[in-house]
């Protein structure tokens, strides 16, 4: 399958702080990528839906200023957690996919702790 | 996700016995679905995929099987081995959003 790197994957940050991570799919061009997050035992919650060149759409109840999402180009999309508070420690992941309806390939994840 | 759910939270399996997992979906306009495994600390992995004009698809020791009449689709793995002790996810891979169900964890006892 193609692939898909996350970086980081472990980052620890200061309360109040921002955090950037990066998405990158390394063989394809990913025209459209998802953002999750996942708490411990817990599904993937679905964050925010980015296309290459246009702003990502957000799902109900996610905090688009507080989660920057930038999909620049076909192979990488990054998210950035603002002014971060203890809740938003997680494990963040990222998936990408060509076009819609096609297979869709997830990185390695971050898990994000704010201290 | 908001289509998609599973069965059963947990499922404790004997080693080298066959496996199977259930999900259930909403809507019966989804036409695209992917079995993902995840293992503690990494992102999930691709397992299998079956689309609508389907109603079984085989792979390496796994098979999928879609039933649309019922909106179900069940995912088994045969002579389960310790390895495949992971977190079993359906999805549902519309054309707009990749929507995960609750997950399966799958024990494999030696």
């Known amino acids: 399958g193609a692939v898909v790197s996350q970086h980081p994957s472990r980052v620890i940050c200061k309360s109040g702080t921002s955090v950037k991570i990066e998405c990158r799919s390394l063989d394809f061009q990913a025209t459209t990528m998802f953002w999750y997050r996942q708490f411990p035992k817990q599904s993937l919650m679905l964050m925010a839906t980015?296309?290459?060149?246009?702003?990502?759409?957000?799902e109900q109840g996610v905090e688009k200023d507080k989660f920057l999402i930038n999909h620049a180009s076909l192979t990488l999309s990054t998210l950035t957690v603002t002014s971060a508070h203890p809740e938003d420690s997680s494990f963040y992941i990222c998936?990408?996919?060509?076009?819609?309806?096609?297979?869709?390939?997830f990185g390695q994840g971050t898990r994000l702790t704010v201290v | 996700g908001e289509n998609v759910g599973l069965h059963l939270p947990t499922l404790s399996v004997q080693e080298g016995d066959n496996s199977i997992i259930n999900c259930a979906y909403s809507n019966s306009a989804s036409d695209y679905f992917i079995w993902y495994k995840q293992e503690s600390g990494k992102g999930p992995q691709f397992i299998i995929d079956?689309?609508?004009?389907?109603d079984k698809r085989q792979g390496q020791r796994v098979t999928v099987l879609l039933n649309k009449t019922v909106k179900h689709l069940s995912l088994q793995i045969a002579a389960t081995q310790p390895g495949d002790s992971a977190v079993y996810f359906c999805a549902e891979n519309g054309y707009y959003k990749l929507s995960f169900g609750a997950g399966t964890t799958v024990t494999v006892r030696a």
């Open positions: 998936s990408a996919r060509n076009r819609g309806n096609t297979e869709a390939f």
């Open positions: 079956i689309r609508s004009n389907m």
């Open positions: 980015s296309n290459e060149g246009s702003k990502a759409t957000y």
